[in-house]
């Protein structure tokens, strides 16, 4: 992705580069906008540079070329605390040896404010993360959710106008992750803040961006908002990375416009929209997303394409069912279905037809 940066931007990444060795780049020229207000996350597998661009931006890492601009100025050479950034990370980061008002207070006093107005801004940021009882406790004595609540309150108190979260819910269990990740983008919505998140989950990022920057190796695949991502990935990488993905492979018969018909390995000829097929005769990966295929001919949508399928196995998710088949040549093809009332069983060894509607098979890079 090489757009150039808007002038306009609230965050600016301007022909980024980061190397630690002077030798390879961890960072290969980041161009990024991001909006005021805007909820963005970096989402990539570890070393792909997202936490490296958040580091960055947060001071703690000094860009090796480019520019960086926090609200149109070039912030390359301010030091992290003059930055007036809030930052939340996965360990928390509190101090243990004060209360939890010492470490909301700890941020205000290096800003040189009044003990009146940090009594305030304590009280306000404690009543919004539901922590009003729990300023005279120390860190040990709370759970790890408070905790967390806690480190989310200290970044908010000095009414940061840009939050940079670092997996700050990694460490959480997955109940109470899910319940954090609403309050996170609930908090975000009534304060209007910016934030940029960094983390490897991708139902995270799905759940709470208003766009997601998808790394990998350096470089973003592809910057859409959640929708877009899912279901119009650009590349294989975005396509295996988000949500669960099948994936065929076969050669480019025929090219028409944004029309592809593949030849799959095993001879079938199936119709997919060609999204990052290059030219006829040329390789591609076709992928379908297993809540698109469908096995009973009434539930195919018009103009479906059908397929031999072979059952390998059922697998019982509670509010679906998983079932692997054997699919033009591939033995982990998924189908899922929603666990209801009459749902047909399948067993395996059962030989059954599947389809999906051609829009819904994307010819992607091999």
């Not at 805007?38 to 580091?55: D, N």
């Not at 919004?128 to 300023?135: E, I, L, P, R, Y």
Request: net charge negative; proline share 5%; with cysteine.
């Amino acid at each position: 992705m090489t757009s150039e940066p808007r002038t306009d931007a609230f965050v600016a990444f301007d022909h980024v580069q980061k190397s630690y060795d002077g030798v390879s780049l961890v960072v290969k020229d980041l161009n990024l906008s991001i909006g005021k207000g805007e909820f963005l996350t970096m989402l990539g597998p570890s070393g792909s540079g997202k936490t490296t661009c958040l580091m960055m931006l947060a001071g703690f890492e000094t860009a090796t070329h480019g520019e960086i601009r926090l609200d149109g100025v070039n912030i390359n050479q301010v030091p992290p605390h003059k930055r007036g950034i809030g930052m939340v990370f996965q360990n928390y980061a509190l101090f243990p040896h004060m209360t939890v008002g010492e470490n909301l207070s700890f941020p205000l006093e290096v800003r040189g404010m009044g003990k009146d107005e940090r009594e305030a801004k304590i009280k306000r940021a404690l009543g919004m993360v539901q922590m009003g009882a729990f300023a005279n406790r120390r860190p040990a004595q709370l759970s790890g959710g408070q905790q967390q609540r806690i480190a989310l309150a200290r970044a908010l108190v000095f009414d940061p106008k840009l939050v940079l979260m670092d997996e700050p819910l990694g460490a959480l269990d997955k109940q109470l992750r899910e319940h954090m990740q609403f309050e996170i983008k609930h908090l975000h919505e009534s304060l209007g803040i910016t934030v940029v998140y960094v983390t490897h989950d991708q139902g995270e990022a799905l759940t709470m961006s208003d766009r997601v920057a998808v790394f990998n190796d350096g470089r973003i695949q592809q910057l859409a908002p959640p929708a877009d991502l899912y279901e119009r990935p650009e590349n294989s990488f975005v396509a295996q990375f988000i949500g669960e993905n099948n994936k065929l492979l076969g050669t480019i018969e025929e090219l028409t416009g944004d029309k592809a018909l593949v030849r799959l390995t095993t001879g079938e000829l199936i119709d997919a929209t060609a999204v990052n097929a290059k030219e006829k005769g040329g390789k591609t990966l076709v992928s379908i997303r297993p809540e698109r295929v469908e096995f009973k001919p009434e539930m195919m949508p018009p103009g479906a394409h059908t397929i031999d399928a072979e059952v390998v196995e059922m697998i019982y998710m509670g509010d679906i069912l998983r079932a692997v088949l054997k699919v033009a040549g591939s033995d982990d093809f998924v189908m899922k279905m929603r666990n209801t009332l009459g749902q047909t069983k399948l067993e395996p060894g059962q030989k059954i037809k599947v389809g999906w509607h051609p829009q819904d098979a994307r010819a992607l890079d091999p």
